[in-house]
């Protein structure tokens, strides 16, 4: 026979086995009072996995707005800018007036200032074509963005080749992956399959730019190029466009004004400022703002979208949470008349030794039990749900995006195994909560009070 | 024999019910010696189940001393008189309190699980204290399937599991028919001669025939055994 033993405290199985035995008394009622649980802890689960889903779709179709380390620079013209014009004009004479209504231009001394914001890993200036643009390829036509780089090499721009290299030479072009798909034969009759998007990688393209004297008459200048690399699709704008040198973009433009170009003077027309790393991204930002220029980071947007996200999971489980606060109350009543139809029960266990924690712990035990128990059959639940509405969604979706065009959605309801825990772990921390009141109830009765009890 | 190894002096007990103060002990001094059978007798309302429910550390008086072997039991806080309840005292109650969803075996180790036994020590101990009752095979009977007096012996192996030196019954012959009494009466002497000092609430006269020592209470005082007949002629 073991020696006598004089702990206050339950062994932890004991209490287990104590509380486990007194649940399995009451069958009934403690699966009824965890169903309510159940429905509460499901219905956490299930909003708060699709307030998450949905916040995936979006980032999903939001990182197509371009790398999130990159910020688009632009310049601050003063009012009365003409597109292609002869610069810019001044209104309101106020030349050093400073605000942020002063002309900014990002010419090259402009590049060195922003070169010397703390973080900025890269400054690369961009131009877009001052001209209409065809291309030609065998019978194909097609029309695309052009794009001037002002780096050689694109890996610098965060982008990667699907096919060939990412280093531009003159009379090279990059072109994104849609490209292809925007040539068409223009001889097709109406109802006549339309021709697979060619292989364009290795090919030629021929491009015909088209401008305008001053008497509307057409001048065509026909150019051809080698295409020696096709990008990986980043869903941003580069998936459409035609990457040139910047050089190359700089004569064409030239020729489409009939002027000369001096970046030096005129400015660059945007410039991608690449920066080290995403968490300085936003003070960079602020810094070239400062500075008078146009800053655009996809950034701010990402973040505003996900602290909408961020409340929407919080109103979502929040309206969850009220499912499990009616649960809550479920559980103190179902406690509270355990202990009125066991106060000689209470008593008894008093009389042979159980200490005032070990009642509380016993009835916490319990009500926790139930919270658990609830919990965990709510976590099935929500789970399971979650994944049937995963199924039909994405069925429906995708066949709504091979109708309509679009990327269709990989998840629609996302549950994260965290929140699983959470959702347990919540739960059974309710009936614990809604324990408290009666189990110190129980915990405080007078034994003899308790014994007498009819 | 030095100090005797209960010792009561000028215990009281009052309470307050509907106004009016119930003085249920009123300045009670007793001396229970060692390994003895005291038979506590009095009419209903005489105090006698508050001296017991006061000894055992079951209530706190509202005054007077309790000495336990050399311990007060009135200067105790709520854990210590808990721990004092599971080492020193075995109860007995009139209406057994068994667990109905226990079966005798559970409800006999019930009192080991919170001594902190582990639950092959706890099956073991309460069928050898089932056999010592005569119920070895009733182990697995819930109290519903016993009769009075079985679930009573099977309480008093629950009073035993954490060998206590002192055992309290409060009228454990109540719900009992004449037969099935006499039984508990007998285990109850049994006990005594076992060395356990046992001290018994009861207004069975038969109870008497077992009794080393006898106490007689009247409103909450101690009188003797001819004052007590002599109230109860009238």
Known sequence: ????????????????????????????????????????????????????????????????????????????????????????????????????????????????????????????????????????????????????????????????????????????????????ANFYDPRLRPGQEPPKPPDLYNQQLTFVFIKWDREGNEIRKTVTYQVVGVLTETLGENDWSILMRLDDVKALNEWAQGRRINYNKDGYSQVIVEVDKVDNVLAVNDAITALGFQAYTPLSFVQGINNFFVILQFIFGGVGAIALLVAAIGIANTMTMAILERTREIGLMKAIGATNRNVLAIFLGEAAGIGFIGGLGGVLIGWLAGQGLNVLAIVYLASQAAQQGGIPLSVAVYTPLWLLVFALVFATLIGLLSGLYPALRAATMVPVNALKYE | ?????????????????????????????????????????????????????????LDRP??????????????????????FRRKAVGFIFQ??????????????????????????????????????????????????ELSGGQQQRVAIARSLVNEPSLILADEPTGNLDTASGAGIMQLLSDLHKSGRTVLVVSHDPRMVRFATHKIFLLDGRVVSENEYHAASLE
Do not use: C
Not at chain 1, 101 to 111: C, D, M, R, S
Not at chain 1, 150 to 177: C, F, H, M, V, Y
Not at chain 2, 106 to 113: I, K, L, R, S
């Open chain 1, 1 to 180: 026979m073991g020696a006598e033993k004089g702990k206050s405290i339950l062994k932890f199985l004991d209490l287990l086995r104590l509380v486990l035995g007194n649940l399995n008394r009451r069958k009934g009622r403690v699966a009824l009072t965890a169903i309510g649980v159940v429905i509460g802890t499901a219905a956490v689960i299930i909003l708060v996995s699709l307030a998450i889903g949905l916040q995936r779709n979006a980032n999903e179709q939001l990182y197509g707005i371009g790398d999130l380390t990159q910020i688009q620079v632009s310049p601050t013209y003063g009012e009365g800018f003409h597109g292609g014009g002869g610069g810019p004009v001044m209104v309101g004479g106020g030349g050093g007036g400073g605000g942020a209504q002063a002309p900014k231009l990002l010419t090259t001394h402009a590049l060195k200032e922003l070169r010397a914001i703390p973080g900025v890993a890269a400054v690369i200036p961009r131009d877009y074509l001052w001209a209409s643009l065809m291309v030609k390829y065998k019978r194909l036509e097609g029309s695309a963005n052009l794009i001037g780089i002002g780096t050689n090499d694109l890996s610098d721009l965060g982008l990667e080749a699907g096919q060939g290299s990412l280093t531009l030479k003159r009379g090279t072009i990059i072109i994104g992956p849609q490209v292809a």
């Open chain 2, 1 to 57: 024999m030095s100090s005797p190894f209960i010792r009561i002096r000028g215990l009281q007990k009052h309470y307050q019910m509907g106004g009016v103060t119930v003085r249920a002990l009123d300045g009670v001094d007793i001396d229970i010696p060692r390994q003895t059978f005291t038979v506590v007798m009095g009419p209903s309302g005489s105090g006698k189940s508050t001296l017991l429910y006061l000894l055992g550390g």
């Open chain 2, 62 to 83: 509202t005054g007077g001393q309790i000495e336990f072997d050399g311990q007060r039991l009135d200067e105790m806080d709520e854990n210590q008189l808990a721990l």
């Open chain 2, 95 to 144: 209406s057994y309190n068994l667990i109905q969803s226990m079966n005798a075996a559970e409800n006999v180790g019930f009192p080991m699980q919170f001594a902190g036994f582990s639950p092959k020590e706890r099956a073991a101990r309460s069928l050898d204290l089932l056999a010592r009752v005569s119920l070895g095979d009733r182990s697995l009977h819930r109290p519903s």
